[in-house]
């Protein structure tokens, strides 16, 4: 099996060892608090156990159907430096999120991440990204109204 593949599915072990944790630590929430985790975790921990299964299944034929016993000769792939130079960009973009979301709150700051990445980075018409926008800050209204969430609200928010 190439390296590449062996990469892909550590990787995909380990996001569903991340679900299986946030499960089974939920586990020890009162009622109305584990409901949420518990949910998200376990249908994301099935829908990664069938993505490995599923990329399993390519790689088992991509190794019958190739040339020779290890498939076709591939060209290497980008080195480290210039996977960083196409990520950085991204990271920047989340750790602005993550600063937003200390700053002014998790509603705010994710309204006004998803309607710009949507918008900026999604190449979306602007009114298709804020009328989504729209759709994801009712949802968050009504799932907190329905589960008694509190959103994080931010230190510009909590100044007296």
Request: glycine letters at 8%.
């Amino acid at each position: 099996m190439k390296r590449k593949h062996v990469e892909q599915i550590i990787f995909m072990v380990l996001v569903g060892a991340v679900f299986a944790y946030v499960a089974i630590t939920s586990q020890g929430f009162v009622r109305t608090a584990r409901i949420f985790p518990q949910v998200i975790a376990t249908a994301m921990l099935i829908l990664t156990i069938a993505e490995i299964i599923s990329y399993w299944r390519a790689v088992q034929r991509e190794a019958r159907e190739g040339e020779g016993p290890h498939g076709p000769v591939e060209e290497p792939g980008p080195s480290l430096t210039d996977g960083f130079k196409e990520v950085w960009p991204y990271l920047i973009w989340i750790g602005a999120y993550f600063v937003a979301i200390y700053l002014v709150g998790f509603v705010v700051a994710s309204a006004v991440f998803v309607a710009l990445s949507v918008w900026l980075m999604g190449r979306m018409r602007w009114y298709w990204a804020f009328g989504s926008t729209a759709v994801l800050i009712v949802g968050l209204m009504v799932m907190a109204q329905a589960l008694s969430l509190s959103w994080p609200m931010g230190v510009w928010f909590t100044w007296p």
